[in-house]
């Protein structure tokens, strides 16, 4: 009897090794999260959680441009850039466009590639968001980013990996025609409409007071930086910094908020300092006023549509929003107008469906 419980424990642990081992070969072969190896197989790089995929993608993938940005990135088909300006590219996201976790995914990318273009959107908020590298702070799977491999256990004996996540590549790749370019994209499940980006924009019953300019200034100096550093290592790569264009819906809960200013500023100090370098263009879109005075274009106050995007894409390298030593003082004279002036005629025009704090439903 004893004999024969041994050997019952004896199997079961066989069992459990091979079980296992076959589950953690499965999941090393198909790699969803592009952790070991870029897709193999005729398998599809489904790129469809930024926080998981994003960093594999980045060290494994072959490609000689990064489109670098925060969630109004997501919505950009790679190929338009491919086609546009002959390169490979892929995307390095974070929802909210940290300039310290960005800059991480570039230092990455330039460990293993050449990069002929970084892409990258410079969102106002990040510029004045502490400049510290995010990654743990907000919840990504850590087992991912680190190099130990001995937390790959949670990677290579995950459940949702497992019952989940290889069977929708698998089902991507081979049955649904999934576009690799739409990686991260999100902008198929949204609604966009005036009516919608007012639902979404809960506006203060009072302003509060202006910040003084420069209130963000240690943090944005420690941002811009990052960036900095990247493009004085790398002369090689051309490096187009780009602003969105955000609603004035934006705009005006800046002035509510008492961050116009500040915000201004920050832009300010940013583009003196690229402005510096020979392989540095900066396109500004953000007073394109036929884009942001017309809410159909939103899903909120600043979320676009894919439309909008390809538009930026297509006129990167159109002079007319081309930022230079001559013409930055314009640019920001006319976003202070649009700010001042022209927000609050629009605020005006929609008050009757806007919002106020503490009258939402």
Same mark, same amino acid.
């Given at each position: ?161 497992? &019952? =989940?996540?290889?069977?929708?590549? $698998?089902?991507?790749?081979?049955? /649904? %025609? ?6 991260? !994209? ?88 690229? &402005? =510096?370098?020979?392989?540095?263009? $900066?396109?500004?879109?953000?007073? /394109? %006023? ?6 159909? !274009? ?64």
């Amino acid at each position: 009897m004893d004999m024969d419980f041994k050997k019952i424990i004896r199997n079961f642990i066989l069992g459990a090794v091979i079980f296992f081992t076959l589950c953690a070969a499965l999941v090393i072969v198909i790699d969803p999260f592009f952790h070991y190896h870029k897709p193999v197989g005729g398998l599809k790089a489904v790129l469809t959680e930024k926080e998981y995929q994003c960093i594999g993608s980045i060290k494994n993938f072959d490609y000689d441009t990064v489109i670098a940005g925060s969630s109004v990135c997501e919505n950009y088909n790679n190929a338009w850039f491919d086609e546009k300006y002959e390169v490979t590219s892929i995307k390095a996201i974070r929802s909210y466009g940290s300039i310290a976790d960005l800059s991480y995914f570039l230092n990455l990318s330039y460990e293993d590639h050449y990069l002929r273009y970084v892409f990258f959107n410079v969102d106002p908020i990040a510029l004045a968001n502490e400049a510290k590298v995010s990654f743990e702070d907000t919840g990504c799977p850590m087992y991912l980013y680190d190099d130990d491999p001995l937390n790959d256990v949670q990677y290579l004996l995950n459940k949702d990996v497992l &019952l =989940e996540k290889i069977p929708f590549m $698998i089902l991507k790749s081979y049955v /649904d %025609e999934y576009d690799e370019g739409e990686s991260y !994209n999100w902008a198929q499940w949204k609604t966009f409409g005036t009516d919608v980006a007012l639902s979404q924009y809960v506006r203060l019953n009072g302003a509060k007071e202006m910040h003084p300019e420069n209130f963000y200034e240690t943090d944005c100096e420690k941002n811009i930086a990052f960036l900095s550093d990247l493009v004085e290592a790398h002369s090689e790569t051309e490096f187009v910094f780009f602003f969105s264009p955000y609603s004035f819906l934006w705009w005006d809960n800046l002035t509510m908020y008492g961050e116009t200013e500040s915000y201004l500023y920050d832009m300010r100090m940013f583009m003196n300092k690229m &402005l =510096e370098y020979d392989n540095v263009r $900066i396109c500004y879109f953000m007073n /394109d %006023e036929s884009i942001v005075s017309n809410l159909d !274009n939103y899903m909120d106050v600043l979320h676009f549509t894919p439309e909008i995007n390809r538009f930026i894409c297509d006129n990167l390298d159109n002079e007319e929003y081309r930022v230079t030593k001559e013409n930055v003082d314009e640019i920001f004279e006319k976003t202070r107008r649009y700010a001042y002036e022209q927000t609050p005629i629009l605020i005006e025009r929609y008050k009757d469906r806007i919002n106020t704090e503490g009258s939402l439903d």
